[in-house]
């Protein structure tokens, strides 16, 4: 069964510093996506980046980046220059090849961002 | 484009009652996904419908009903509440069914059991 692991429950970073949020995750299926969302409190799920299990090289998106170390199972979000607007609960979720829309989330680390 | 629109914004029913919750889809998209959150968790997979047609169900009782409509809006029904489905309600919509794709969240439906 496919799970995600998130292993930080709170970060806390400086404004203008970067941080990483670690996601594990561990599926039998060799295709696979990994997703990362940011849910500020207002409650909506925001996407940030994606990653497929076979692209070869790492995703990014602007400030966002996806360490991906497919040996290792580990889907790691960095966030370069931190801004106050950061400031949320960060989800990392895996959708496997199943021919239907399912993400499986984790439970999600809480990043504080600090003038 | 409008995004992902969901309503009510927040319902506050009784045990026993039923519900209704709507999500309307970006449009161009087929297919909608519905998620629980319930406080402190991630979100939680209840269902999927493209083209109208249930393709995924996550593992919640048959309380839980959905169905999608011509226009690829939706509804998720809840029977016989229960204060455990106190959650945030989440709807997704997808482009398509490839893996790739992404699921764009609306800003959900809080509901509240007392």
């Known amino acids: 069964a496919q799970k995600i692991t998130q292993t930080q429950p709170g970060m806390f970073v400086q404004e203008k510093e970067a941080v990483t949020l670690d996601c594990t995750y561990d599926?039998?299926?060799?295709?696979?996506?990994l997703f990362w969302y940011k849910q500020p409190s207002s409650g909506e799920m925001i996407f940030l980046i994606y990653q497929g299990s076979y692209d070869q090289q790492n995703a990014t998106e602007g400030r966002y980046s996806l360490n991906f170390q497919k040996a290792r199972k580990s889907a790691n979000l960095v966030i370069s220059a931190s801004q106050l607007g950061d400031s949320a609960m960060y989800f990392c979720?895996?959708?496997?090849?199943?021919?239907?829309?399912?993400?499986?989330f984790g439970t999600g680390t809480r990043l504080l961002v600090s003038p | 484009d409008a995004g992902v629109t969901q309503s009510p914004t927040h319902l506050i029913k009784t045990r026993g009652q039923h519900v209704t919750l709507r999500c309307s889809p970006i449009s161009g998209h087929k297919s909608v996904s519905w998620y629980q959150q319930v406080l402190g968790q991630g979100p939680q997979f209840i269902f999927q419908?493209?083209?109208?047609?249930?393709?995924g169900r996550g593992n919640f009782p048959d309380r839980f009903s959905a169905r999608q409509f011509p226009n690829y809006s939706s509804e998720l029904n809840v029977n016989a509440l229960l204060l455990g489905d106190s959650a945030l309600y989440l709807c997704a919509s997808v482009r398509g069914q490839g893996i790739t794709y992404e699921q764009y969240f609306g800003p959900g439906t809080r509901l509240t059991v007392t």
């Open positions: 419908y493209y083209e109208k047609e249930e393709r």
């Open positions: 599926t039998s299926d060799p295709s696979y996506g």
């Open positions: 979720a895996m959708r496997e090849n199943t021919g239907f829309q399912k993400l499986v």
